[in-house]
């Protein structure tokens, strides 16, 4: 069972070039959400998903993309990268059942030069 | 507004001691979770408190959750080096569309 897998775990990024930050989970479960952490602070959310073909924004959605085409996929685009989107960026999935909580991937420390 | 507060949000504390972080949360919400955070690393969840009165242990850790007063609680007792991490709280509004909300995390650094 390998839970919430992320990739890449690390990425230097010009500004102004695109990626995508791959999350999948097969525990098939129903939530899936990107946060990036900043030094110093608590996660902040970027997009979720509460099923395949059902996206949403959280907190701080400007310069990503999100789908879910299936439920175990739920992948990050970074559309032009900027220097402030330098950060962690973490992965999570969670059953619908609220019986657990949320299981969290390894994440990406990405850096935008 | 949706405001998850953690306090202290720095503790340094000698080995054998006792200590509690402090979890305030701003509307109301029955499911808190606690994680805990080693630098460079992902999040370990440690306890999923999903009711009101709800008490966990695991180890030297005990968490509990009064939903009325908004309040959980993560106490430590008798602290060794090896709980030396981050820990936060976050609070659970996926029924209101706003999924998990954070506290900015404790870092606890426990002196031997």
């Known amino acids: 069972n390998a839970g919430v897998t992320q990739t890449p775990k690390f990425q230097v990024l010009k500004t102004g070039q695109s990626m995508t930050l791959q999350c999948a989970q097969d525990m098939n479960h129903e939530y899936m959400s990107w946060y990036r952490q900043d030094p110093g602070m608590g996660l902040r959310l970027i997009h979720y998903s509460v099923g395949a073909g059902i996206t949403d924004q959280g907190e701080v959605p400007n310069g990503y993309n999100v789908s879910r085409s299936t439920t175990e996929d739920f992948p990050l685009r970074l559309l032009s990268a900027a220097p402030s989107q330098t950060s962690v960026y973490f992965c999570?999935?969670?059953?619908?059942?609220?019986?657990?909580?949320?299981?969290f991937g390894s994440g990406t420390r990405l850096t935008v030069v | 507004e949706l405001k998850v507060e953690q306090n202290p949000l720095f503790l340094s504390m000698q080995e054998g001691k006792n200590y509690t972080i402090y979890c305030n949360y701003s509307?109301?919400?029955?499911?808190l979770y606690w994680y805990r955070q080693d630098p460079g690393k992902s999040l370990e969840s440690l306890f999923v408190l999903l009711s009101n009165g709800a008490v966990k242990q695991e180890g030297r850790l005990m968490a509990s959750l009064d939903t009325k007063a908004r309040l959980s609680t993560l106490h430590i007792t008798a602290a060794v080096h090896d709980l030396s991490a981050t820990y936060f709280c976050a609070v659970d509004y996926r029924d209101s569309n706003y999924q998990l909300i954070w506290g900015a995390g404790t870092k606890l650094i426990i002196k031997p």
């Open positions: 999570a999935s969670s059953s619908n059942s609220a019986n657990y909580g949320y299981t």
């Open positions: 509307t109301t919400s029955d499911r």
